[in-house]
Nanobody, 113 residues
Framework: VQLQASGGGLVQAGGSLRLSCAASVIIFRANVVSWYRQAPGKQRELLAT???????MYADSVKGRFTISRDDAKNTVHLQMNSLKLEDTAIYFC????????WGNGTLVTVSS
């Protein structure tokens, strides 16, 4: 299994970005999928999770601002990020619970003032 996160970039504070996670095999709809991020000098942080049944959970730091969703037809999981803050700057990764060791390269999000 390979995961590829994309959609990162440079955005001003208050702006929005939509991240996408693609997999080399069809696995998202039957598994728990999460988005994480890692900022320089900090530990990897769990942000959002979507279950096979479509239930979602969010870290307090992003609740109300980020939305995780799944597109089964495209085998893709998205993270819609709104009202971005400077502290959201990090590399963002997707991960599947059943393949915990698979992380991919991540996508860099930089929020500027």
């Amino acid at each position: 299994v390979q995961l590829q996160a994309s959609g990162g970039g440079l955005v001003q504070a208050g702006g929005s970005l939509r991240l996408s996670c693609a997999a080399s095999v069809i696995i998202f709809r039957a598994n728990v999928v999460s988005w994480y991020r890692q900022a320089p000098g900090k530990q990897r942080e769990l942000l959002a999770t979507i279950t096979s049944g479509g239930n979602t959970m969010y870290a307090d730091s992003v609740k109300g601002r980020f939305t995780i969703s799944r597109d089964d037809a495209k085998n893709t999981v998205h993270l819609q990020m709104n009202s971005l803050k400077l502290e959201d700057t990090a590399i963002y990764f997707c991960n599947v619970a059943a393949f915990k060791s698979v992380w991919g390269n991540g996508t860099l999000v930089t929020v500027s003032s």
